[in-house]
């Protein structure tokens, strides 16, 4: 097998809410806060904060933190802030914010200081993000004209990019940014800026930017052939960038799940597939995409059929999602089998893994995690299985029982829709005799 370096992302969505049909708008907009608890929200974020340590134990090469805004989609808003709090957490492993926009910020100053500080803090091994975001966060953040996004974006990192590399104060005079002193202090440790990954869904813009800055490119959310179609684009664009290739700046991205078989692996995790499907990630179109958020060209590929949200996501089904490679779920032998296929027609260096399907319980997240990291790393690996930050030779605040002794009843049943069987509890769905119709 191809050998590969292993990321992990998490959701930590609040799941405790109606199911998207029974809202009826964005989950991501117009999702009331009133559905939020507070004693649970902290049991979510908590839960989140402790598997870093756990994928530092257990040999992953880093974690990718990633941000939501204005619903309950992610409880981490603000992944700058999770990543200091992560890097406190462990001691080796790379963390990287692949959430933070750089259009939110008024100035890409603060953004460039904020890299900085964290690259500090963690002794060199952080990396960030250049994600254009989704238009929901444009509308959820509510600082920024979505029409004008990447433009403004494009100088931002203009301004960002000097920011590291200029060494006396320079002066910036843009259609979105002006000063006359600019003056980075500190410096990142990494000369002259830790990696950048570039999360792109298939604008044939965000390829080239991402391999003429010489960034690595975050594949996500796009059907297969067209996947496998932006790999060779951007591999292209790095060879005539001049550049020489490096399969690590390709990082395939999957909702994992493995288990002991094939049989209980979709048992636990088809009832959390089939939320992400219907309620995560399912928006209406100008939700995600306002006015001016894409270019012409990638419009007219979703216009046509064969791009990224080109259809409902919520009437994907499990079979589908399956097929399109953006859900593995199995056996360890099968996951290992699907990674292989899906990593070597993509070129791809690396994995980008989310090990709890945005709404699993913790215990279910750590165990798919350990199986995976038992079972399925060890298969891509060079002899000894080290992650590749161990060069050497060394091999909260409440308790659960708490937790549980104050929750009390959730407002709203976590659901999904399960073929066969109706509208489904998603806690309790991977046990036999509790996948049952519950009441609305």
Same mark, same amino acid.
């Given at each position: 097998?191809?050998?590969?370096? *292993?990321? =992990?992302? +998490?959701?930590?969505?609040?799941?405790?809410?109606?199911?998207?049909?029974?809202?009826?708008?964005?989950? @991501?907009?117009?999702?009331?806060?009133?559905?939020?608890?507070?004693?649970?929200?902290?049991?979510?974020?908590?839960?989140?904060?402790?598997?870093?340590?756990?994928?530092?134990?257990?040999?992953?090469?880093?974690?990718?933190?990633?941000?939501?805004?204005?619903?309950?989609?992610?409880?981490?808003?603000?992944?700058?802030?999770?990543?200091?709090?992560?890097?406190?957490?462990?001691?080796?492993?790379?963390?990287?914010?692949?959430?933070?926009?750089?259009?939110?910020?008024?100035?890409?100053?603060? @953004?460039?200081?904020?890299?900085?500080?964290?690259?500090?803090?963690? +002794?060199?091994?952080?990396?960030?993000?250049?994600?254009?975001?989704?238009?929901? #966060?444009?509308?959820?953040?509510?600082?920024?004209?979505?029409?004008?996004?990447?433009? &403004? *974006?494009?100088?931002?990192? $203009?301004?960002?990019?000097?920011?590291?590399? $200029?060494?006396?104060?320079?002066?910036?005079?843009?259609?979105?940014?002006? %000063?006359?002193?600019? #003056?980075?202090?500190?410096?990142?440790?990494?000369?002259? @800026?830790?990696?950048?990954? =570039?999360?792109?869904?298939?604008?044939?813009?965000?390829?080239?930017?991402?391999?003429?800055?010489?960034?690595?490119?975050?594949?996500?959310?796009?059907?297969?052939?067209?996947?496998?179609?932006?790999?060779?684009?951007?591999?292209?664009?790095?060879?005539?960038?001049?550049?020489?290739?490096?399969?690590?700046?390709?990082?395939?991205?999957?909702?994992?799940?493995?288990?002991?078989?094939?049989?209980?692996?979709?048992?636990?995790?088809?009832?959390?597939?089939?939320?992400?499907?219907?309620?995560?990630?399912?928006?209406?179109?100008?939700?995600?995409?306002?006015?001016?958020? !894409?270019?012409?060209?990638?419009?007219?590929?979703?216009?046509?059929?064969?791009?990224?949200?080109?259809?409902?996501?919520?009437?994907? %089904?499990?079979?589908?999602?399956?097929?399109?490679? &953006?859900?593995?779920?199995?056996?360890?032998?099968? !996951?290992?089998?699907?990674? $292989?296929?899906?990593?070597?027609?993509?070129?791809?260096?690396?994995?980008?893994?989310?090990?709890?399907?945005?709404?699993?319980?913790?215990?279910?997240?750590?165990?798919?995690?350990?199986? *995976?990291?038992?079972?399925?790393?060890?298969?891509?690996?060079?002899?000894?299985?080290?992650?590749?930050?161990?060069?050497?030779?060394?091999?909260?605040?409440?308790?659960?029982?708490?937790?549980?002794?104050?929750?009390?009843?959730?407002?709203?049943?976590?659901?999904?829709?399960?073929?066969?069987?109706?509208?489904?509890?998603?806690?309790?769905?991977?046990?036999?005799?509790?996948?049952?119709?519950?009441?609305?």
């Amino acid at each position: 097998m191809n050998k590969l370096e *292993f990321y =992990v992302a +998490n959701g930590g969505k609040f799941p405790y809410i109606p199911r998207r049909d029974k809202i009826g708008k964005s989950i @991501y907009i117009s999702t009331p806060n009133d559905y939020y608890d507070p004693v649970r929200g902290q049991r979510i974020l908590e839960d989140y904060l402790g598997l870093f340590e756990l994928e530092e134990k257990l040999g992953y090469d880093g974690a990718v933190i990633l941000e939501q805004h204005g619903g309950p989609n992610s409880l981490v808003g603000q992944s700058i802030v999770m990543a200091a709090a992560a890097i406190s957490h462990t001691r080796e492993m790379r963390i990287g914010t692949v959430g933070a926009i750089l259009n939110s910020y008024r100035t890409p100053m603060r @953004y460039a200081e904020e890299v900085a500080t964290l690259d500090i803090l963690s +002794n060199g091994r952080y990396f960030f993000g250049l994600p254009m975001g989704i238009g929901a #966060n444009y509308h959820g953040l509510g600082v920024m004209n979505p029409t004008y996004a990447r433009e &403004q *974006f494009r100088e931002g990192h $203009e301004f960002l990019k000097r920011a590291f590399t $200029e060494r006396e104060p320079f002066s910036f005079d843009g259609k979105f940014y002006q %000063t006359e002193y600019a #003056n980075l202090w500190p410096r990142p440790l990494q000369d002259p @800026y830790p990696e950048a990954w =570039v999360p792109a869904a298939g604008s044939k813009d965000s390829l080239s930017f991402a391999a003429q800055n010489g960034y690595t490119y975050l594949a996500v959310l796009v059907p297969w052939p067209i996947l496998l179609k932006n790999c060779q684009i951007f591999r292209d664009a790095v060879e005539e960038a001049g550049q020489e290739w490096d399969p690590r700046r390709i990082v395939a991205n999957a909702h994992v799940y493995v288990a002991e078989t094939d049989k209980q692996a979709r048992q636990e995790a088809e009832a959390h597939v089939m939320s992400l499907l219907q309620n995560s990630l399912g928006s209406p179109f100008h939700d995600s995409f306002p006015p001016g958020h !894409v270019t012409i060209p990638s419009l007219r590929g979703m216009a046509a059929g064969g791009g990224y949200r080109s259809k409902d996501i919520s009437t994907t %089904t499990y079979e589908e999602g399956l097929e399109s490679g &953006q859900f593995i779920v199995g056996s360890p032998s099968t !996951v290992a089998e699907r990674i $292989e296929e899906i990593t070597t027609k993509m070129g791809a260096g690396r994995l980008n893994l989310t090990g709890d399907m945005w709404t699993m319980p913790d215990w279910m997240a750590r165990k798919n995690l350990t199986i *995976f990291a038992e079972e399925v790393m060890p298969r891509f690996r060079e002899p000894g299985g080290k992650p590749s930050w161990d060069k050497s030779s060394r091999a909260g605040y409440r308790t659960v029982s708490e937790y549980g002794a104050i929750a009390g009843e959730p407002k709203f049943v976590p659901q999904s829709i399960v073929e066969g069987v109706g509208p489904v509890d998603i806690r309790t769905a991977h046990i036999p005799e509790l996948r049952v119709p519950v009441e609305d």
